[in-house]
Nanobody
């Protein structure tokens, strides 16, 4: 079992920045990949960014390119999501996810999920 805990969410004004963290625990962590998804109020969960563990390759939703950066710290078993120039439409619960098997990292096929952290962007 892998346990994922997100942190770093909060309330901020449009144009601001924040960094979300996702710490893995419970077992020695060596995933195929990890990703971030978000679920705005009243909408379906959607892909934001992902990172392939073997080579560090990153993948982004078109809407996230230029504003979002996913990164990892192998020593701390932690993945980060740096978000800049935030907009009210970025308001959502943000979830991190991990997969220990091969998947399409841009799809919600991960076998481990965190509890989510709320990000609220005011106008």
């Amino acid at each position: 079992q892998v346990q994922l805990v997100e942190s770093g969410g909060g309330l901020l004004q449009a144009g601001g920045s924040l960094r979300l963290s996702c710490a893995a625990s419970g077992r020695t962590f060596s995933p195929y990949g990890m990703g971030w998804f978000r679920q705005p109020p009243g909408k379906e969960r959607e892909f934001v960014a992902a990172i392939r563990w073997s080579d560090g390759s990153t993948f982004y939703a078109d809407s996230a390119k230029g504003r979002v950066t996913i990164s990892r710290d192998n020593t701390k078993n932690t993945v980060y999501l740096q978000m800049n120039s935030l907009r009210p439409e970025d308001t959502a619960v943000y979830y991190c996810a991990a997969s220990t098997r091969w998947i399409l990292l841009t799809t919600p096929s991960y076998n481990y999920w965190g509890q989510g952290t709320q990000v609220t962007v005011s106008s």
